[in-house]
């Protein structure tokens, strides 16, 4: 049912629900002016017709016609009636379009998360092939500092599909490898370090180190610690900051140094700042294209498969 604020013209504040198939028959007598031709327009007998008419005109409490054996015109209620009865159709039909269009991926929202300054070439091109592929899809780009966030807003589906690094997926993630990172150390260009081809673990034991917070975690973070504990020191932090564009800035000014990824260190723009390849002993670390196992959304699909020529998988 479609409930229709009638035209002033009609009967005052009355507010009155007409159903669809009476629209259609309105319309068609209205433009016919003539029952027999409307009936074939519409595929069907007149006398139902005229029915359709005439409860119409109850449930208004107007007539919508005026009738005489030769002929048919709209009354005053009925020319009133015209346009907001076009406007629904057009409505019911912009309707049923667009949920075509979502059934089959063509339009669409998916809402994309993703984690700091490591992501935002991956998300860029993922961006462009699936506006080129889809351009009725809607990407909303939420970016988050800590991955873990990211993987949050999968789980409890406030997002659909997100950029993030795991050791293993949480239950009802999935996801493919889609960027391999390594560790870099970035130092200012006055530092020793500055020079050097590679710099290995066991040479930051005394180092300043500006990193990443503990909590909420980071995965970096995580992984620095582990490296430190395994070659037997512990990391001599002197300042946290609370992204990646804020680690940078401190280390460009000549406070400490940082441990990053390379993708990272590759997004700054900073004179400033040399970054050094680190040696340690690591597993590869990969970052996820994930999304929940059980999504039916047509558009993150679509999305995903733009993404499969975007960013190929990397094992």
């Not at 669809?20 to 069907?44: K, N, P, S, T, Y």
């Not at 998916?110 to 070439?121: E, I, N, T, Y």
């Not at 673990?201 to 395994?230: D, G, K, V, Y």
Request: some cysteine.
């Amino acid at each position: 049912m479609l409930e229709i604020q009638r035209d002033p013209a009609g009967v005052p504040g009355l507010k009155d629900d007409m159903e669809i198939h009476q629209i259609r028959a309105f319309l068609a007598v209205a433009e016919e002016l003539h029952f027999g031709r409307a009936a074939d327009r519409l595929g069907m007998a007149q006398p139902p017709l005229s029915r359709t008419i005439r409860q119409l005109e109850r449930e208004l409490g107007a007539d919508l016609f005026r009738r005489t054996t030769r002929s048919v015109t709209l009354s005053p209620a009925g020319q009133a009636l015209v346009e907001p009865a076009r406007e629904v159709l057009a409505s019911c039909d912009t309707a049923r379009e667009s949920i075509k269009l979502a059934t089959h991926g063509e339009i669409g929202h998916v809402r994309f998360g993703f984690a700091g300054a490591s992501s935002h070439k991956l998300v860029a091109r993922i961006a462009e092939v699936s506006r080129r592929r889809r351009p009725g899809i809607s990407l909303r780009l939420e970016s988050s500092t800590f991955a873990h966030e990211a993987l949050a807003g999968l789980i409890d589906s406030t997002l659909d599909l997100a950029l993030v690094r795991w050791q293993a997926p949480p239950p009802r993630i999935t996801g493919r490898p889609v960027m391999i990172e390594r560790p870099v150390v970035v130092v200012y260009a006055d530092h020793r370090f500055a020079g050097r081809s590679s710099i290995d673990i066991t040479e930051l034991a005394e180092e300043e180190l500006i990193l990443l917070p503990t909590n909420p975690t980071s995965s970096m973070r995580e992984l620095i610690q582990h490296w430190a504990f395994r070659a037997g020191f512990t990391p001599n932090v002197i300042q946290e900051a609370p992204d990646s564009w804020m680690v940078m800035a401190l280390v460009s000014t000549g406070l400490g140094i940082a441990i990053t990824y390379d993708s990272v260190a590759g997004s700054m723009n900073d004179a400033n700042l040399v970054t050094v390849p680190l040696e340690v002993e690591h597993d590869p670390i990969r970052v996820y294209l994930a999304h929940r196992e059980d999504d039916d959304n047509p558009a993150l699909h679509e999305v995903i498969r733009a993404a499969e020529t975007a960013l190929p998988t990397i094992e």
